[in-house]
């Protein structure tokens, strides 16, 4: 998550105020950016796949250089690691019937970590520190 110290000073009444954002308050945006981007981006994945599956149309020609773009913005802004995990999520890994391949494997202890909604992505993503800094 990018740290950004915004500090914002105001005036009221001739008295001047420093506001700090909270870090709970930078927490909260950020989970809600992250959970944003990320149904968005299985929307339209979603969306692609009942098109060409009820119309037999390939958008991919023409949504390839979009999802690059988009694909570089998030690999920029949430660094490697969250971005592997998001277009993998995003890629095919909500297998609706089972729930034995839905889980994100922490290298350093084994541990499985259940990643079937892009909540339980974003928990685990926070949990194992995958975020960029």
Known sequence: ????????????GGIKLQMEESPKNKENKHKKFFLAILNK???IQERTD???????INLLMYEDLYFQIIEDFV???YGNPAAEVMFW??????IENNDEEQ?????????????KTP????NVCKKLKLFKK
Do not use: C, P, W
């Open 1 to 12: 998550m990018k740290n950004k110290d915004k500090k914002t000073t105001i005036s009221i």
């Open 41 to 43: 981006l299985i929307s």
């Open 50 to 56: 009942k098109v060409f599956g009820e119309y037999g």
């Open 75 to 77: 690999y920029e802004y």
């Open 89 to 94: 999520h995003v890629n095919g890994a909500k």
């Open 103 to 115: 889980y994100i494997q922490d290298k350093d202890t084994g541990k499985r970590y259940k990643a």
């Open 119 to 122: 909540l339980q992505v974003y």
